[in-house]
């Protein structure tokens, strides 16, 4: 990692939610061990309890909002793999265990630079309740896959609106993630894997980004974040 960035913070209400959007899973599992334990609004004013974030032009400020966005879906990407480790479930999937565990420690890695380039306008952890997908291999696989893409859809989504200055520091992170979503990909659709389809790792030319209000939406639809 760069150096920790040096950010002239004026707010710190960047808390927002994350995860998968309905209908860019690619997996019925997914949608039939999650969707539905959530607190939805619609207009997203509130999602969870947490406040809604509105963006502008790109500015310090900006920067501060967009950063905290993505801790957010830093603390649940990395307290779900820290779940799935500890409740033992992967013990039996060699492969998703190495692949939880690597990831852990990347997205623990990631919670810690931004919460060091944020400083004092870090927002805080909030608790999770991931419904049972982390207790059970075959529902952890497809809950991780939609994660990690809708992650770098999220993080491709908010670039644009970052200053020069700190857009390096979330190119970093957005290119592992990606990397992360390529390897569960291969492992849940790859063969070998009960049901496997052979899907490639790298399915398209392009990724596509995912607006934060869909993002938002995405999240509340989960229920995995408990404020």
Same mark, same amino acid.
Not at 7 to 17: E, H, K, M, T
Not at 73 to 78: A, F, G, R, V
Not at 157 to 171: C, E, F, H, I, Y
Not at 195 to 208: E, I, L, M, N
């Given at each position: 990692m760069?150096?920790?960035?040096?950010? *002239?913070?004026? *707010?710190?209400?960047?808390?927002?939610?994350?995860?998968y959007e309905?209908?860019?899973?690619?997996?019925?599992?997914?949608?039939?061990?999650?969707?539905?334990g959530g607190t939805f609004v619609a207009g997203g004013l509130l999602v969870g309890g947490l406040p809604r974030v509105a963006l502008g032009?790109?500015?310090?400020?900006? *920067?501060?909002?967009?950063?905290n966005f993505a801790l957010l879906?830093?603390?649940?990407?990395?307290e779900f793999y820290v779940d799935a480790v500890n409740k033992g479930a992967l013990l039996l999937e060699p492969r998703l265990l190495s692949f939880?565990?690597?990831?852990?420690?990347?997205?623990?890695?990631?919670?810690?630079?931004?919460?060091?380039?944020?400083?004092?306008?870090a927002i805080a952890k909030p608790a999770f309740d991931f419904k049972g997908t982390t207790e059970d291999a075959e529902k952890f696989a497809a809950t991780a896959l939609v994660l990690e893409d809708t992650g770098v859809a999220a993080y491709n989504?908010?670039?644009?609106?970052?200053?020069?200055?700190?857009?390096?520091?979330?190119?970093q992170i957005v290119s592992v993630e990606a990397r992360h979503a390529a390897w569960i990909r291969h492992i849940v659709h790859g063969p070998g894997y009960a049901?496997?389809?052979?899907?490639?790792?790298?399915?398209?030319?392009? *990724?596509?980004a995912l607006s934060k209000s869909k993002v938002e939406?995405?999240?509340?639809?989960?229920?995995?974040i408990q404020g």
């Open positions: 760069s150096e920790p960035l040096t950010l *002239d913070l004026v *707010d710190q209400d960047g808390a927002i939610r994350e995860a309905e209908g860019f899973s690619r997996s019925a599992l997914f949608r039939r061990a999650v969707v539905g032009k790109p500015s310090a400020a900006q *920067d501060g909002k967009i950063l879906l830093e603390y649940l990407e990395s939880a565990m690597t990831v852990r420690d990347h997205e623990l890695a990631h919670v810690e630079f931004l919460r060091q380039a944020l400083g004092g306008a989504g908010q670039g644009p609106r970052l200053r020069a200055r700190t857009l390096p520091a979330a190119a049901g496997g389809k052979k899907t490639h790792p790298a399915p398209a030319a392009f *990724d596509r939406a995405a999240v509340a639809a989960t229920g995995f």
